[in-house]
C-alpha cells in the first residue's frame, strides 16, 4: 500500500513538473514569434480609433514606434483622438471616413498610403452596438449592424490587399466578438453581423496565408472600453442599459481595454489565427463548442430576466442618455471611467 502511495505521489509531482514546462515552452516560444516582428517604423491603420479599444489600441502602437492612421465618423471626435495620440510623441493621420461607403474607404485608404507610402497592419476595429429586445429591432438595425460589421471590413481589405500581395507581407486584424461565436439575448443584430465578420476573417486567414498575409480574427468578451456610453438602447431602455453596464463593468466578467489592446496587439505580432479574450468568454466559447443545444437553453432562461419589450419601443437612445440611479453608480464605476479616459464622451 505504501509502495503505490509512493508511486502515485511520483507521478503527480512528474506530471505536474511536465505541464510546467510545457507551459513555460510555450510561453517562450510566444515571446520569441512576437519579438520577429517589431512594429517601429510600421505603418498601422485602425478603424474606429477615434475612441474605445480602437483609441487604446493606437495609444500602444504610437508607443511601440508605429506610424498611426485613424478613421472615424466624427471630426470633431477624431480630432481629439488625433490630439491625445500626438501628445504620445507619434506620427498621425486622422481621417473623417463612412467606413460603410466604399469610395470612401478607397479615398481614406489612399491618403494613407500618401502620406505613409504603405500600409503594414490593418485593424478593422470600428463597430456598434444595438441592444433590446427582438421585438423592437428593425431590418434597419440588422443593415446598419452587418454594414459596420462585414462590409466596412470587406471594403478596407480589399482595399489594402493589392499592394500586400504585390510585398508578400501584411497583416489583417478583424476585431469581432465572443458574440460572433455564442448568440447572446437582446443583441441579435451584433450578434448575427459579428458572426458574418468570423466566417470572413477566418476564411481570408485560410486563402491569404499563401500570400504572405496574415489574418487574425479577435473574438473579446466584455470589455471596460466605456462603449455603452455610445450604444443604443431600445424597448425599456434604462433598463437595457442599467444591465448592460453593469455587466460591462464587472471585473471578474469583464476585462480592461488596457489588458485588450496589448493582448491583440501581441497576436497580431505573432501571426496568431485567432486570440479570445478574456476567460469567461474562452470558456464561454469551449462550452458551447461541445454543448451548443445546452448553451442555448441557458441563454434562453438568462432572457427571462432581461427587460420586456414596450417603453420607447422600436425608438433607439444612447445609453448616455439612458442612465438610471443604478447604472450610474458603484456597480458602474468602472465603464464611467473608461468612458473618461477613452474619449467616450
Given amino acids: 500500500m505504501n509502495i503505490n502511495y509512493q508511486n502515485y505521489q511520483n507521478f503527480i509531482i512528474v506530471a505536474v513538473i511536465v505541464i510546467a ?33 480602437g483609441l487604446v489600441m493606437a495609444r500602444h502602437l504610437v508607443q511601440q514606434g508605429a506610424n498611426v492612421a485613424i478613421c472615424a465618423r466624427d471630426p470633431a471626435e477624431l480630432e481629439r483622438a488625433r490630439i491625445d495620440l500626438q501628445q504620445r510623441g507619434g506620427e498621425v493621420l486622422a481621417v473623417p471616413c463612412d467606413l460603410t461607403d466604399e469610395l470612401e474607404v478607397k479615398q481614406m485608404i489612399r491618403l494613407v498610403s500618401d502620406r505613409f507610402g504603405q500600409i503594414d497592419v490593418l485593424i478593422n476595429n470600428a463597430g456598434t452596438i444595438q441592444v433590446g429586445p427582438i421585438q423592437e429591432m428593425t431590418l434597419d438595425d440588422y443593415e446598419e449592424a452587418i454594414k459596420i460589421h462585414f462590409w466596412a471590413p470587406l471594403y478596407t481589405t ?19 466578438s465572443i458574440g460572433g461565436k455564442v448568440s447572446v439575448p437582446h443583441l441579435l443584430p451584433y450578434s448575427a453581423s459579428k458572426f458574418a465578420l468570423v466566417g470572413l476573417s477566418e476564411g481570408m486567414h485560410s486563402e491569404l496565408a499563401k500570400d504572405g498575409i496574415v489574418v487574425t480574427t479577435v473574438c473579446p468578451g466584455l470589455m471596460r472600453t466605456g462603449s455603452p456610453y455610445n450604444a443604443f438602447f431600445k424597448g425599456k431602455h434604462r433598463e437595457e442599459y442599467a444591465w448592460f453596464s453593469i455587466s460591462d463593468s464587472l471585473p471578474i466578467l469583464s476585462i480592461s481595454a488596457e489588458s485588450a489592446a496589448k493582448q491583440i496587439i501581441a497576436a497580431f505580432r505573432r501571426g496568431d489565427a485567432e486570440v479570445i479574450l478574456s476567460i469567461p468568454a474562452q470558456i464561454g466559447d469551449k462550452f458551447h463548442a461541445l454543448f451548443p443545444g445546452f448553451t442555448s437553453v441557458l441563454l434562453s432562461w438568462v432572457n427571462r430576466f432581461l427587460p420586456d419589450a414596450d417603453g420607447i419601443g422600436s425608438d433607439r437612445v444612447q445609453g448616455k442618455d439612458s442612465k438610471s440611479p443604478i447604472s450610474s453608480s458603484v456597480l458602474t464605476s468602472l465603464t464611467d471611467q473608461a468612458a473618461q479616459q477613452n474619449n467616450q464622451y
Fill in 21 to 53: 514546462a510545457l507551459f513555460a515552452i510555450q510561453l517562450i516560444v510566444q515571446w520569441w514569434r512576437e519579438q520577429q516582428y517589431s512594429l517601429k517604423g510600421k505603418t498601422v491603420l485602425v478603424t474606429g480609433g477615434s475612441r474605445g479599444l
Fill in 158 to 176: 480589399l482595399a489594402v490587399l493589392p499592394h500586400m500581395r504585390q510585398r508578400h507581407e501584411g497583416r489583417i486584424v478583424n476585431i469581432s
